[in-house]
């Protein structure tokens, strides 16, 4: 790690300021944030370094109505998550009324659940760990199934799709599989769909359009063009955009938000990754979703009562909750 990141990483950014109307954070996974936070309090100790702060879950819920970011949705997307996932949703539930879940394997632990652990273009060895071993993609799936039929709080299949950049080719079969068994998963159980797409535009496009998507599909940080935005919001999908969108560098995906249709945009953090501008580098949480409508209200020229209104409109749609 350089000098200049390590010291980005070091604490965690301002809270934002509440902003006028409530939003939904569409994708977090906060039980992440403890094992990110030790990360860097162990490289703060080799410093000589102040820790920082590790919050309790409740602590990650309070501060984030601090922002009016009334709520989000936790993904559970390998399998201790997901063996959790209801005890982190109790302990959200301490706070806010109505907690939201998502569940599913995740498409890179998929591969690793089919035996697959090759080296990654992204240059990383994938580790498999017993629990794929001892569990193979069917079984992997089953609990997915068990989930969705016993905690009626999880509202989202997600997140699953395809990433071609942290699994090697010889993984990406297992990954369409899995993929296909979620679409059918989300349809079987009326559930939005919740897709990673990484480097998988266009195999995750012929596959939705060929396995007949449910009726609500959500594209998780959205990371295509603008004719890829074009074309998902006029089939009705979902677009969600979370932290790089604010970043000076990212001219495609501005330009991608500047075609997507307002009816079909979500907002997300996906926490404890990819915090927002000005927080950038430092660790993510829920209430930084406020970072991203700030941002997004200012670049698109509107007003931020009425886009906050609309982008929590969106999630209760696609979430099939009653306003």
């Known amino acids: 790690m350089s000098k200049k990141s390590d010291k980005k990483r070091r604490n965690w950014g301002e809270i934002p300021s509440k902003l006028p109307s409530g939003i939904i954070d569409t994708h977090a996974h906060i ?95 994938p580790v498999m760990e017993e629990i794929h071993k001892t569990n193979n993609l069917e079984s992997s799936l089953a609990a997915v199934v068990e989930k969705l039929e016993n905690d009626k709080r999880i509202r989202v299949v997600g997140e699953t799709g395809l990433d071609f950049y942290r699994t090697a080719a010889s993984g990406w079969p297992a990954q369409i599989k899995s993929f296909r068994e979620h679409i059918s998963l989300a349809k079987n159980y009326n559930k939005a769909l919740q897709i990673h797409d990484r480097l998988a535009h266009r195999e995750i496009l012929e596959i939705l359009q060929a396995d007949i998507p449910p009726e609500r599909v959500i594209f998780h940080s959205f990371s295509g063009d603008s004719a890829m935005a074009e074309f998902c919001t006029k089939k009705g999908w979902f677009l969600s955009y979370s932290g790089p969108i604010t970043f000076s560098n990212n001219e495609k995906s501005q330009k991608a938000l500047k075609s997507t249709d307002l009816n079909y945009l979500l907002l997300e953090t996906d926490c404890p990754f990819l915090a927002p501008a000005p927080n950038r580098g430092t660790p993510n949480a829920p209430v930084y979703t406020a970072n991203i409508a700030y941002f997004i209200a200012e670049f698109l020229d509107l007003n931020l009562d009425q886009f906050c209104q609309k982008t929590l409109s969106n999630t209760f749609k696609v979430l099939d909750i009653s306003i």
Not at 45 to 59: M, V
Not at 65 to 85: E, G, H, R
């Open 31 to 125: 039980d992440m944030i403890s094992d990110w936070v030790d990360d860097i309090n162990q490289n703060n100790l080799k410093k000589n370094r102040q820790p920082i702060d590790n919050p309790a879950i409740q602590t990650i819920a309070r501060n984030s109505l601090k922002s009016n970011v009334i709520n989000f949705i936790q993904c559970a997307c390998d399998l201790p998550k997901i063996n959790q996932l209801s005890n982190t949703l109790d302990s959200i539930e301490e706070v806010i009324n109505l907690p939201l879940g998502a569940v599913a394997i995740h498409p890179n632990e998929a591969a690793l659940h089919d035996g697959w652990s090759n080296p990654s273009p992204d240059g990383l060895i």
